[in-house]
Each structure stands twice: as C-alpha cells, then as structure tokens.
C-alpha cells in the first residue's frame, strides 16, 4: 500500500504544495495530495495547478497575507520548473 509520501514523490509534488492547496481549498492534506496526484498526470491537470498557485498568491496578496503569498510563491515557482512551465 502506497503512502502519502510516496505519491508525493512519485508525483513529483511537495508536501508544501499540498497544503497550500489542501488549506486553500479547505480540504484535508491527504485528500488534496490524492486529487493532486491525479491532476499532474496530465498536462491540462498541470496547468490548473499552477493556476490554483497562482490564485493563492493573488488571494493572499489581496488579503494582506505576505508570508502565504511568500510560501505560495516560492511553491508556484519550484512547481513551473519542476513540470518546465513557462515563469510567470
């Protein structure tokens, strides 16, 4: 049986991707590491990751939450080199 950890590492993902999407879309880490499993399988599931990234870091900006736009930022970015999207 495969952990958490090892579909993240398969996927290529980071736990600090899945939390930040986990939290963002008020879901549980494990629910959100599954669903984002499924979505890097392809590249349309790719592109609306990084588009949830980048809402994050909208939605945090807007709020005045400079350290989760931070966080949110450095994952959207280590996440486009990771699946080799163009930068922003």
Known sequence: MLSTRDCLD???????????????????DVMAAQVLCGLVQTD??????AQWLRELIEYADAAGLPEKAARARAEFERFTMAYHLPPQ
Do not use: K, R, S
């Open 10 to 28: 398969y996927c290529d993902l980071t736990d600090g991707e899945v939390a930040l999407i986990a939290e963002f879309e008020g879901i549980p």
């Open 44 to 49: 349309e599931g790719v592109q609306l990751l």
